[in-house]
Nanobody, 125 residues
Framework: VQLQASGGGSVQAGGSLRLSCAAS????????LGWFRQAPGKEQQFVAS????????YVRDSLKDRFTIGRDSAKNTVFLQMDSLKPEDTANYRC???????????????????WGRGTQVTVSS
């Protein structure tokens, strides 16, 4: 499975961005896809995950009032809608895929099967 993240960029605080994660190669039907982010000098952090079918979305508690994850069936991607962005959201965002729905595994980001390259999000104040 190859994962391709896109949609990053530079925005001012309060703005919005929509990231997309496209999967290619073997089918990811039945998989769960999600997003992680890592800011310079900080540990990687779980952001959100959702099943490839779009069910069972889960967003990190501290972000759920601003971030939404879902499946874009028309584009065959998983998206991360980020609104009311803050400078502290600045990070490299990567998508991942794994057949397990285990929330703890996803939260910790351990041993997920597939990872894509990241897309940079920069939020200026």
């Amino acid at each position: 499975v190859q994962l391709q993240a896109s949609g990053g960029g530079s925005v001012q605080a309060g703005g919005s961005l929509r990231l997309s994660c496209a999967a290619s190669g073997r089918t990811v039907s039945g998989y769960r896809l999600g997003w992680f982010r890592q800011a310079p000098g900080k540990e990687q952090q779980f952001v959100a995950s959702v099943s490839w079918s779009g069910g069972g979305p889960y967003v990190r508690d501290s972000l759920k009032d601003r971030f939404t994850i879902g499946r874009d069936s028309a584009k065959n991607t998983v998206f991360l809608q980020m609104d009311s962005l803050k400078p502290e959201d600045t990070a490299n965002y990567r998508c991942a895929a794994d057949p397990s729905p285990d929330r703890r595994k996803w939260y910790q980001g351990d041993d997920l099967a597939y990872w894509g390259r990241g897309t940079q999000v920069t939020v200026s104040s």
